[in-house]
């Protein structure tokens, strides 16, 4: 996994790939915004860095959708932090911080480990919105 994607990066990836696949288009600056409850400006700032680093492509006006490179990334980072959030309980308050961030600190043998022991019905890249499981992340449940 892309050892630079931060718990911040990672929900910001993450809305653009929920709110794309809800809308069946590019995921609109607003839309991101209205997800993550931050404003327009701090998005469109976010998306520019992420486009740089080639895992969002965006259009001014148009929206932003993820490369295969992004999907892929955000995929595996949604995947572990579900597992951390199943591991420890999403009526945590609190936590969502820390199980990003647990979840990302997992090596690869670890999170494998741990998919089993929770028997967690995704395997090492989420499939959410395409399948969603009662497993899934608060996260993928409110998209």
């Given amino acids: 996994m892309d050892a630079d994607v931060t718990a911040s990066t990672g929900r910001y990836l993450s809305a653009v790939l929920l709110v794309s696949a809800r809308g ?3 995921a609109r600056t607003g839309e991101v915004a209205e997800t993550l409850d931050v404003s327009p400006a701090s998005v469109t700032e976010r998306l520019d860095a992420l ?3 080639d895992l969002v492509a965006r259009e001014k006006y148009a929206g932003a959708t993820l490369t295969d490179a992004g999907e892929a990334v955000t995929r595996e980072w949604m995947w572990r932090h579900c597992l951390a959030e199943n591991l420890v309980g999403s009526d945590a308050e609190g936590t969502d911080a820390d199980t990003a961030g647990f979840g990302n600190a997992l090596s690869e043998e670890a999170a494998t480990a741990l998919e089993a022991f929770i028997d ?4 090492e890249s989420c499939r959410a919105p395409d399948a969603e499981f009662d497993a899934c992340s608060t996260d993928v449940k409110q998209a």
């Fill in 51 to 53: 486009a740089e680093r």
């Fill in 24 to 26: 069946d288009g590019p």
């Fill in 120 to 123: 967690h019905p995704c395997s």
